[in-house]
């Protein structure tokens, strides 16, 4: 994972926000939910090391959690491999729900502003976070970004974490539910392959179910493998370029808003 492989040790990560001309009406009140073994010093130095990371970004994950449910907000924290359709998915859902439920956005990606402009112009209010070379979304960076956003007139926070089911698993983030999406076009085994991830997840969203007959995905295997390794995880089949399985989401969403604060993610680790 990151806290030994290094790829958390770099340079300046940029923030940047993005506006849009949308307006919201947000007069509504809410409440919120492989067999040899060798020991050498320097392998107990980098798990020290690695728990010390884990360790502080779990303490800055509380704070976050504390700020957010002061503000009444439900926060998401989106997870996938690149290319599953997060954005795609985001995109939708803002600009169905958006009206009725302010959203805001916080993209984290290596490079580019591309998905937080995107997002914007969707009717978001997005921040884009760049990582130069990290490969996950840590609780400082998130926030950072998250006060760029005018948090009082939201009722949803989205973190669009980088694209990568390994890393990322690992951080809390401050979050009240885990979103992560399979795509049909990735392999029925993907929750096996990666299951730290997939425990940690209250939601899974297999994404573009429209072309699921041209790649000849197994639905059935999939949503096996997904309950074997995830039985806790509420499962929702989607296309975000035909809307199929989009009502039943936000649906879903409009319940937690609805509820009492959620407790804090379980198993991150």
Known sequence: MCTNCGCSV???VGIHSHSHDHTHDNGHTHSHDNGHHHHHDDT???IAVGQAVLAKNDRLAERNRGYFMAKNLLVLNVLSSPGSGKTAFLERTIQDI???IPTGIIVGDLETDNDAVRLSNSGAAAVQITTGTVCHLES??????????NLDA???LVIENVGNLVCPAAYDLGEDLRVVLLSVTEGEDKPLKYPTMFKSAQVVIISKVDIAEAVEFDREKALSNIRKIAPQAVIFEVSSRKGQGMREWYQYLEQQLKKSPISPVSGVR
Do not use: F, Y
């Open 98 to 100: 958006g009206s009725r």
């Open 154 to 156: 939201l009722d949803l």
């Open 44 to 46: 107990h130095q980098t």
């Open 10 to 12: 770099v340079g300046e």
């Open 140 to 149: 400082d960076m998130v926030l950072k970004a998250a006060q760029q956003l």
